[in-house]
């Protein structure tokens, strides 16, 4: 069975300093991997994803995650925080390019930035 | 732009009420998920479908039951409401295997259950 593991259910950081949210996974197929960020009051928003090819991807908000096959580890990055990165981000899995199935999620990291 | 919407943000319900949730998707997608939110348990898959009048069962699919009878709209519907389902629900919707493509989300629909 497909899991993911967020490290840690909050991070805060100041503002202009390098964000890093921590996501590993389980998957006994090639995973496809994604981040997803929520704003207060709001659905979930595609940050980025991880299907083939190049594993630095590179997404919106000026995110950037890397999947590490051999650390079974897909990190999102941002090099400096600004105060409307405040927001709750899931990491997420599904298996790769099967039909009929779902994507499975962490249970969230919040995200704080402090002026 | 893709648009998911739940028709209902807000609802109060009292316990034993069979409550319906809406969800309506305008890419013509062949995939939508109900997704149950709850704090420090992230997003739970309760039902997903792949093609109208077809379900699948997710991970906390107890108490709960699906139905789309038309690709637009997949409705969730709790037989009978308990205080324990009170959350966030959120739908969401994709189009063919799901690993490649975006999944797009609703806003969400707030249940509370007196």
């Known amino acids: 069975a497909q899991s993911v593991t967020q490290l840690g259910s909050h991070v805060s950081v100041s503002e202009g300093a390098l964000v890093l949210l921590r996501c590993n996974y389980s998957s006994s197929v090639p995973p496809y991997l994604f981040w997803y960020v929520q704003y207060p009051n709001q659905g979930l928003q595609l940050l980025l994803k991880y299907t083939t090819g190049a594993t630095l991807v590179k997404g919106i908000n000026g995110f950037e995650a890397e999947f590490k096959k051999s650390e079974t580890s897909f990190h999102l990055t941002k090099p400096s925080a600004h105060m409307s990165d405040a927001a709750e981000y899931f990491c997420a899995v599904s298996k790769a390019n099967q039909a009929g199935t779902a994507l499975i999620f962490g249970k969230g990291t919040t995200l704080s930035v402090s002026s | 732009d893709v648009k998911v919407t739940q028709s209902s943000r807000y609802l109060v319900k009292r316990t034993g009420e069979k409550v319906f949730l809406e969800c309506v998707q305008d890419m013509d997608h062949e995939n939508m998920f109900w997704y149950r939110q709850d704090p420090g348990l992230g997003l739970r898959l309760i039902y997903f479908s792949y093609d109208v009048k077809m379900k699948e069962k997710g991970d906390i699919p107890e108490g709960y039951s699906v139905s789309r009878e038309k690709k637009e709209r997949f409705s969730l519907i709790l037989e009978s409401a308990s205080t324990n389902q009170t959350s966030m629900y959120l739908c969401?919707?994709?189009?063919?295997?799901?690993?490649?493509?975006?999944?797009?989300f609703g806003e969400g629909s707030w249940l509370t259950v007196v």
């Open positions: 969401a919707s994709s189009s063919g295997p799901t690993g490649r493509n975006t999944i797009y």
